[in-house]
Structures are given as structure tokens and as C-alpha cells.
């Protein structure tokens, strides 16, 4: 029985459109970030899983240890289900309300940290605590910028970016009797978020892996020494860095302490493109086919969850099962209906699924109140996502 065969029989009892998880290909890429990491804990990343069972699974499994979250309010929701108590924020938050709910709660301050870059975060977070004690992380832009900086690759994060740049705000938030200091954070995008071989694209994967070596070197270099300049003042927990795509790299950097990834255990199809590591399809949605508009041609009920990100056809979901479908250039996604072209579409009929693999991991969540966890031929079990579960952070 081949891969849609037996997704559709353990399925069969379903109405789609439904979201599902081969938990085989979960277990198996965790498993694989775990080798990855080399004895380094790994840091999950919730917006990439969305789904407190599944994360509760992955957090139960030997190499994982805390969550990186996405908002200060779904940290609090997430500390008081008990799912972790390490929770880092991996983003500045404004929430003021969200920040006076944290430090009035003594189990959820002990468990919660809040990134802050700059002083103005530091004032937020001191005047809507009220006085009480808030864990803090500094981030770091991991950024390449070769040429002097004339050129930049990665994302747009910190300001903070040389060792006197932490140092200055590690001193500012050592004279501040409500906040303590616990972790650096230096997340390389251009590292661990970009794929080195682009499919058809020889000289770009050239340029790519040129570029995300150099980066490694530089970063390397200075993250030690941001780490270094920051550990003569303060203790630290952690430093974390990293991301799917990159954890073997980021292991090897003595400074690090640990890793962050997610998106690595659905494996979306955004992680084909990698020449570092191959994971196996987890996380998929199926729709049904409704129509034949004619030869070569099929429709299919709903689609168009596009991912965040650039504007480009990458954002895209990928038809996966049955192989041979392609989008209609005119049309793409659809918000009700996606049509379908390929010599395989004449072989669909009215009712049969078509399987699908989101562009990014978490973000397929926000359309789905549940995930079906598939193993084999058989459906074990039907979970909510946070969607599910009513609660929406972003």
C-alpha cells in the first residue's frame, strides 16, 4: 500500500477538508533534530507546532527542553496548562496587561522570560510589572552584512549587534532591581531559514552556500565574543541560537547552550531545499475534489492558505499526493476552491482527496480547529490546535 493509500484509508471516516500528522514522520524528524544537536537541548518552537498534544509529545522525548514562544499571552496560556516551565518569548512584547498578568503570577514569572533589545523595553516591562521581578533575555542581530554593511542578509531583529552594543544594555538592566537576566538570544536567519538548493537554480545555490559560510564564520566570532562580554557581568542560563535549518552548525559554536527548532518536525515544504538534512512530509491538509471543469483539470473545496512571508509563488501550498498536479497560473490558491492541472487530474473522481504540504510548519494550524494523528492505516487520534482550542495569538 503506497503513502496515499494508506493516508486515505486510516482517513476514510473523515469529511475533508481536514489537517492531519504522520506520526511516523513526526517521531522520525524529531529524532533527527535530536542527532542534529549533538547532546545539545533543543528549545521547541511553538509557532511552528501549534498544537499543545504535540507539543507535549515532542517536550516528552529525550533532547527537548523548553518552548520558544511567539507572544507573552500565549506563554501565559501555555505555563498555566503546565505544557512547560521554561517558557522564552522570543519577541519583544507591548502588552502591558499581559505583563502586569505575568508578574502578579508567581508560578508563570518563575517560568516566563521576555526579550527586550532596547531600554524602552526595559521601561515598559518595569512600569507595567509594578515592581515585582520579570526574567529577561537580550536578542542580538545574527545578521550578515558583508561589504561594510552595504549588503545585508537576514532578518530585521535587534539593534543590538557588538559586543560594547550587549554590554551597554546588559549594564542597564543589571541596575534595575526588576529585572534579571537570564539569556542571550542570536537567531541566523540567513543561516537556518534559507534553503541552498534552490531546485533549477545551480548559481544561486553557489551564491547561497558562499554567502551562509562566510555568515557562519563571522557569526561564530562574534557571538563568542558577545557571550564572552556579557558572562564577565552576568551569569547566564542560556544562550540560545539557531533553527531548523541550521542546528548542526550552531551546535558546534561552544557559546551556544542550546538550539531552537519546530518547523523541522512537520517538515513543510518551505525545508526541501536543504543539503544538510532531509526530513520526511508530517504536517498536511487534504481537500476534496468537487469538480471536473474538463481534461487535465480538477477542483478542489478551499486551499488558499498562503503562507507569511515575501509575496512569491513559494507561499504557495504544494500539491503532494497524488503526484502530478500543478496550480492554475490564472487562479493559484483559492480562497473557496483551488483548480488542479496534470495528466493525473483525469484520474480523480468527484470526492477523492488531494494531499497538500503548507509552505511554513505552524501557521497551517490557524485554518484547522484539529490535527488527526495518523500512524500507518490507522487514525490513533484526533487533537485540538490552539484554533481549536479557541485561543488565536497573532
Known amino acids: 500500500m503506497n503513502l496515499r493509500e494508506r493516508y486515505d484509508t486510516a482517513t476514510a471516516g473523515l469529511e475533508a477538508p481536514f489537517a492531519a500528522v504522520d506520526m511516523a514522520a513526526f517521531r522520525a524528524n524529531a529524532a533527527g533534530l535530536v542527532r542534529r544537536a549533538a547532546g545539545k537541548p533543543i528549545r521547541v518552537a511553538s509557532k511552528s507546532v501549534r498544537c499543545r498534544a504535540l507539543l507535549d509529545e515532542v517536550l516528552a522525548m529525550d533532547g527537548f527542553a523548553g518552548i520558544m514562544a511567539f507572544t507573552l499571552p ?13 517558557i522564552l518569548v522570543a519577541y519583544p512584547t507591548t502588552d502591558r496587561t499581559a505583563i502586569a498578568e505575568l508578574a502578579a503570577d508567581e508560578r508563570a514569572a518563575a517560568a516566563v ?35 561594510g554593511g552595504r549588503l545585508r542578509f537576514g532578518a530585521r531583529r535587534s539593534p543590538l549587534r557588538t559586543p560594547a552594543d550587549v554590554r551597554a544594555l546588559t549594564e542597564h538592566i543589571l541596575k534595575r532591581t526588576g529585572l534579571r ?19 533549477g537554480k545551480p ?21 563568542a565574543e558577545i557571550v564572552r562580554a556579557v558572562r564577565e557581568l552576568a551569569d547566564l542560563e542560556f544562550v540560545n541560537g539557531g533553527g531548523t535549518g541550521s542546528v548542526e552548525k550552531t551546535a558546534r559554536e561552544r557559546a551556544i547552550t542550546e538550539i531552537a527548532a519546530g518547523s523541522g518536525l512537520y517538515q513543510p515544504h518551505l525545508f526541501d531545499n536543504y543539503s544538510n538534512f532531509t526530513g520526511r512530509p508530517a504536517g498536511l491538509f487534504a481537500l ?29 501550498p504544494q500539491p503532494y499526493l497524488p503526484t502530478g498536479l500543478a496550480y492554475d497560473s490564472d487562479e493559484g490558491a483559492g480562497e473557496v476552491q483551488t483548480p488542479l492541472l496534470g495528466a493525473t487530474a483525469d ?16 501557521e497551517l494550524c490557524e485554518r484547522f480547529d484539529a490535527l488527526h494523528l495518523l500512524d500507518g492505516e490507522r487514525l490513533v487520534r484526533t487533537v485540538p490546535t490552539y484554533r481549536g482550542e479557541g485561543a488565536a495569538f497573532l
Open 203 to 223: 548559481a544561486l545555490a553557489k551564491a547561497i552556500g558562499t554567502m551562509q559560510r562566510r555568515s557562519r564564520l563571522e557569526l561564530a566570532v562574534r557571538r
Open 288 to 316: 476534496p475534489v468537487v469538480r471536473r471543469p474538463g481534461p487535465g483539470v480538477v477542483t478542489c473545496l478551499g486551499g488558499g492558505y498562503l503562507a507569511s512571508g515575501p509575496a512569491d509563488k513559494l507561499r504557495l
Open 113 to 147: 522570560t521576555l526579550m527586550v533589545d532596547c531600554t524602552e523595553h526595559l521601561d515598559l516591562i518595569e512600569e507595567s510589572a509594578g515592581g515585582r521581578p520579570v526574567r529577561v533575555c537580550v536578542d542580538i542581530d545574527a545578521s550578515y552584512r558583508p561589504l
Open 74 to 86: 500565549e506563554a501565559l496560556w501555555l505555563a498555566r496548562h503546565g505544557t512547560s516551565d521554561d
Open 347 to 362: 484520474l480523480l473522481r468527484i470526492g477523492d482527496r488531494v494531499w497538500f504540504r503548507h509552505t511554513k510548519a505552524g
Open 181 to 199: 537576566l537570564v539569556g542571550l538570544m542570536a537567531y541566523e536567519s540567513q543561516i537556518a531559514g534559507v534553503g541552498d538548493r534552490p531546485p
